[in-house]
């Protein structure tokens, strides 16, 4: 703090102000006099105070000489006083220096045992160690290097000893911080803002000799408060490795022992004392190194993974320290040292990996320049150490915790970095290349236990996705799971050493060797592949550390040329799309579903809505199916499972290097993709959820490194040769199975200029369809479906369009008829019945309307327009499903339903094309609306709906006849059942067919325009549904058809709402009118109210209701 007043600069005027002071406190040693003393000191100069140091200090020394015990108060005024005249002048006295040396150490020892501390108040410790660090700092000249002399070795190590003491058991942390930032002064190596003795090299040599005699106790007890309780806080951790770093560093250091000094024998004369002296013999240091060794790894296993960054980066500066000035002395600490340093290349805290990477980088260098023996050295226990790390990394992996895990393979990917490209002089080595592809091989085998995996199937929602994002596809993979680990961040680092090995590693010699565990060992073979898609993307440079981070930023690219990686990248591809490795079994022979199938196709199971019990089970076939198939053996054993996952597996890590091989190549890919696109297409189309996705992505992959804006365009560009190869292999189905489902996925992802090519491959397909339905026709239907779905997409504009005419004609019609026409035909009636009109005859209406004029050639003859491309295929395939609709396969009669729903929307764009074939149909499609499994019940009502929005006069009569009477007493019987089930009821068969039904038959019934009495049947169906309690959504459902009813007979439907509920009371305007009295009047709210009230409100206006409100 400045002053507040003047100071005293003339020393005189100083000595006769403190004169008396001074004086007084000899005489009468007490705390109020030197208090006294201490405010009149802060008013004299330093200049002054300098002159008069010796002055001043004697009697603040005089007190603490005085014999006896002194008050703790006392001793601590006086430190604190001759704390700040050493803090503000030098000690040039060795005299003055050695005797408050001596002073101050006496006041922190116990009395009774002098080689403990004293058990005095952290006050007076505090106050004491704050004036032996000034005393340190207030050393003047050389006189600093004679407390390091063997004659003080005794005083020198009972204060060292004392420190230790303190910065170790005692509980203050500003205590134990005192302590060792007073044992870091006196290892020369302060790292306060104070100016300090540079000592030269033989002043350094002199007092590292002396050290040396503490060096054990030192840093063993050093160590013990770096490994001590994480209570005590990192700032004390901090200053003891520091303790310990510069300790070594002083007496082990290189240039030290290169001199003659550094063993010189002690002097005769020193007594005993010269047992103390301890000579830096070679025997010596390799002893002490050893010793070292043990306490470094200790303390590296307490620090290396810190919860505190400042911790950690101290450990990198010690490691630094010590690898740049004791790498000779301390051969046995270099392995342990690199470790330490490596560990810290991925920290979390920036300041930590930075630090790190500097000092990396400095060794890395270091290494490439000198070519002397201690470069090779360096290099040999780089090497060595990773070879020793690879050994026992499974080991590591197994036992112990993520947060262990992670920081060896930090340490595993930080050997690689600091070796750069001696990498591939390394893996020149049998042993090592051996050693670290095997540990590779152990530490990423996957967990193949997930029965899911298998389980999850594909479907064509997943493959048809709209949008041609990488996030959309890349949102549904699945995360691979491993044995050995469930941290997402190790799995990142063993990446990342894949990809830096495939940078700085000859990458013919690791292709060849890790093809060889591919072909060899079924079990290596998923980590192979991995390995090898990482190690490809990292010799194209490829997510690796950006140039400014890399510790060979003077190294220029990767170690392969890109006609390397190409070459490498074709002979992984063959061994990956090769006839054993790419069409691995992934599902099992015999289904869940097979089973299913063949029980529902006997009569017993069969659910016919025409005659099923009302008291049947809700649930219908569920519950039967889910018994039988209990009681069935198991389709598979638990090995194949896990064979089936492993295959899985295996296919999609390949399908992820391929992707990885286009982005290392980028457009250089593009010749590849005549022999690698076409499988990828193949596993899109896998009915295993898990392939079928890693298609997709790595097709996102493959589509942007090649340039492709998006997969459309990939398909579309390369369209040619794939129709090619999918023509020829579907006159061999039998050797190439999967041709189909490339035509499926090509058809998901092309456009409507991809019809033309096309065209001959759906013959084919349909005569392939032809020739072998009995075995094939399942997967020739989804190709169908997809076929049909990708028209539908194509062509949507026209078949919207006919629609939406449909739509508006009907509007327009029912508009004309609602308000223009019933206003003429009202007023006509009228006049007649006032007499008005009657003697005009009404020529007009017997005009016959002359003859439309012809402008067509009536001598040319009747030809029919050609039919536009899409439309004859769609007929082509309607008629397949004609055919197929009665198939005993219920799956198969599924899909064809599928098929048939989108080839209607297709044809309604040409009614006369769409109702033959409808008319062929129907037979067909009405076995299963009403007499078939529910869950072709479903899709043929969706069928059913479909065709009425088209075809609206062709179906009323037949669904009036054929359909509506079952559906209506099908909504009947199990209305009582849904009323009482409880929420497990909406996941069954009976409540799905309830629900497509009543969403669906509104819209049915006014598309078909029906009849009076099918619209009475209809309704006494569906009114039961506007209880309350049944299920919400079968509420809704029921709501959507009331509104459809309203719209074709609005004056019906609010009769029969008023008469189940009539909200209002409706008084006649005139007395001689009769009162109108209807069932629902005065009746009190019931379970139909609410949803009644609903569609009064919403469909007649809100004053429908508005008498009800004042009635309550």
């Not at 510069?246 to 082990?252: F, N």
């Not at 061999?732 to 409507?752: E, F, G, K, N, Y």
């Not at 009669?893 to 009614?911: A, G, M, Q, T």
């Not at 049944?1030 to 009813?1045: D, I, N, T, W």
């Amino acid at each position: 703090m400045p002053p507040t007043m003047s100071q005293i600069n003339d020393p005189k005027i100083a000595f006769a102000y403190l004169r008396p002071a001074c004086v007084l406190l000899t005489k009468e040693p007490t705390v109020t006099n030197v208090e006294t003393l201490s405010i009149q000191l802060k008013e004299i100069h330093d200049a002054s105070l300098q002159q008069l140091q010796e002055y001043v200090l004697f009697p603040l020394r005089f007190v603490l000489k005085v014999p006896g015990s002194k008050k703790e108060k006392m001793v601590q005024v006086v430190a604190e006083a001759m704390s700040y005249i050493l803090e503000k002048t030098c000690v040039q006295s060795w005299d003055t220096l050695h005797d408050i040396f001596s002073e101050l150490c006496l006041c922190l020892c116990s009395p009774t045992n002098p080689g403990t501390p004293a058990d005095a108040s952290e006050e007076l410790k505090s106050s004491v160690l704050r004036c032996l660090n000034a005393l340190l700092h207030a050393a003047y000249g050389d006189i600093i290097f004679k407390l390091y002399e063997p004659i003080m070795l005794p005083g020198l190590g009972a204060a060292i000893s004392l420190l230790l003491a303190l910065g170790e058991k005692e509980k203050s942390r500003d205590i134990q911080s005192a302590a060792l930032k007073c044992l870091q002064t006196l290892v020369m190596h302060c790292d306060c803002t104070h100016e300090h003795i540079i000592p030269s090299s033989d002043e350094r040599c002199s007092v590292g000799s002396n050290m040396a005699s503490f060096l054990p106790g030192i840093t063993t007890a050093i160590a013990r408060i770096i490994t001590g309780d994480l209570r005590q806080g990192h700032a004390v951790t901090v200053r003891a490795i520091k303790v310990w770093s510069r300790s070594v560093g002083l007496v082990m250091e290189d240039a030290q022992l290169q001199t003659s000094n550094s063993q010189k024998t002690p002097p005769q004369d020193l007594g005993r004392i010269r047992q103390l002296v301890v000579q830096r013999t070679p025997q010596w240091l390799k002893s002490t190194a050893g010793k070292l060794s043990v306490l470094l790894k200790k303390i590296i296993s307490c620090t290396s993974a810190h919860r505190h960054w400042r911790v950690r980066l101290e450990m990198v500066e010690l490691a630094n320290h010590l690898l740049a000035t004791c790498s000779q002395s301390l051969k046995e600490c270099i392995g342990p040292l690199l470790e330490a340093l490596v560990g810290a290349i991925n920290d979390e805290e920036p300041k930590v990996r930075e630090r790190c990477e500097a000092a990396l980088r400095e060794i890395s260098q270091r290494s490439l320049s000198c070519r002397d023996a201690t470069s090779q050295n360096f290099t040999n226990v780089l090497s060595e150490n990773l070879h020793s790390l690879a050994t026992s990394l499974p080991r590591l992996m197994r036992t112990s915790d993520d947060q262990k895990k992670l920081f060896v393979l930090n340490v595993f990917l930080g050997y690689l970095k600091v070796l750069g490209p001696l990498v591939s002089v390394v893996l020149n080595s049998a042993a090592h290349l051996e050693r670290i592809s095997k540990a590779l091989m152990q530490v990423l085998e996957l967990d193949v236990m997930d029965v899911r995996i298998v389980e999850e199937r594909s479907y064509a929602d997943t493959i048809e996705t709209s949008s041609d994002s990488r996030d959309s596809y890349s949102a549904h993979v699945h995360r691979k799971h491993f044995l050995y680990f469930t941290d997402e961040r190790i799995f990142s680092v063993l990446m990342e050493i894949c990809r830096t090995l495939g940078y700085y590693g000859n990458i013919y010699l690791l292709t060849d060797h890790l093809l060889d565990l591919y072909c060899q060992s079924l079990a290596y073979r998923k980590q192979a592949a991995m390995v090898l898609n990482e190690m490809i993307r990292g010799a194209a440079g490829i997510a690796l550390a950006t140039q400014s981070q890399r510790l060979d930023s003077e190294v220029q690219g990767g170690s392969a040329s890109q006609e390397d990686l190409k070459a490498v990248v074709v002979s992984i591809m063959d061994e990956y799309t090769s006839l054993t490795n790419w069409h691995l079994v992934t599902v099992s022979e015999e289904t869940l579903g097979d089973r299913q199938d063949q029980q529902l196709l006997s009569p017993s199971r069969l659910l016919q809505i025409s005659n099923s019990d009302t008291s049947s089970n809700p649930a219908n076939s569920l519950h039967v199916l889910a018994s039988s198939s209990a009681s069935a053996p198991p389709s598979s054993s638990t090995s194949t499972i896990h064979q089936l996952n492993s295959n899985i597996w295996q296919m999609c890590i390949q399908l992820e290097g391929i992707a990885c091989f286009a982005q290392a190549l980028g457009r250089d890919f593009r010749p590849l993709l005549m022999t690698s696109l076409y499988p990828v297409l193949e596993k899109a189309g896998d009915e295993t959820l898990l392939v079928s996705q890693a298609a997709l992505s790595s097709m996102m992959d493959i589509s942007k490194a090649c340039g492709y804006a998006s997969l459309k365009e990939l398909i579309n560009d390369n369209s040619d040769y794939l129709l090619n190869d999918v023509s020829l292999n579907l006159q061999r189905l039998s050797q190439h199975p999967q041709a189909p489902r490339v035509l499926t996925v090509m058809l998901a992802h092309s456009d409507s200029s991809l019809l033309p090519l096309i065209r001959d491959v759906v013959q084919d397909v349909l005569m392939a369809l032809d020739l072998s339905y009995n075995h094939s026709a399942a997967l020739f239907c989804s190709v169908l479906h997809a076929l049909m779905k990708a028209l539908a997409r194509w062509f949507s504009s026209s078949c919207c369009r006919t629609s939406n005419s449909a739509s508006s004609k009907t509007s327009t019609e029912q508009e004309d008829f609602d308000i223009r026409q019933f206003l003429l035909d009202y007023r006509k009636q009228k006049e007649l019945a006032e007499g008005i009109g009657i003697e005009v005859d009404d020529t007009e209406d017997l005009e016959v309307p002359p003859p439309a004029e012809c402008d067509e050639d009536l001598d040319g003859p009747d030809v029919k327009p050609e039919l536009p491309p899409h439309l004859i295929i769609t007929k082509d395939v309607m008629e397949r499903c004609i055919h197929l609709l009665s198939d005993p396969n219920l799956r198969l009669r599924l899909k064809v339903l599928d098929v048939l729903e989108v080839c209607v929307y297709v044809l309604s764009e040409r009614e006369n094309e769409l109702l033959p074939m409808a008319h062929r149909s129907w037979p067909a499609l009405l076995q299963r609306l009403t007499a078939d499994d529910p869950l072709a019940v479903l899709r043929a009502f969706r069928v059913l709906c479909t065709l009425g929005e088209t075809c609206g006069d062709f179906l009323r009569a037949r669904v009036s006849k054929d359909v509506l009477p079952k559906l209506s007493s099908s909504l009947a019987r199990q209305a009582p059942i849904s009323v009482k089930a409880g929420p497990v009821y909406s996941h069954t068969q009976a409540y799905k067919l309830q629900l497509a039904v009543l969403q669906g038959l509104g819209s049915l019934c006014q598309r078909l325009d029906l009849g009076e009495a099918d619209l009475d049947a209809v309704c006494e169906a569906c009114l039961p549904y506007l209880s309350c309690r049944q299920p919400f959504r079968l509420q809704e459902a029921c709501l959507s058809v009331f509104r459809h009813l309203i719209q074709v007979d609005p004056d019906t439907f609010w009769f029969t709402l008023n008469e189940l509920h009539c909200p209002s009371l409706y008084t006649p305007p005139h007395p001689d009118l009769q009162p109108l009295q209807l069932s629902g009047m005065g009746r009190s709210k019931d379970e139909y109210s609410d949803n009644v009230l609903k569609l009064l409100r919403e469909e007649f206006g809100p004053e429908s209701v508005a008498a009800s409100r004042d009635g309550d």
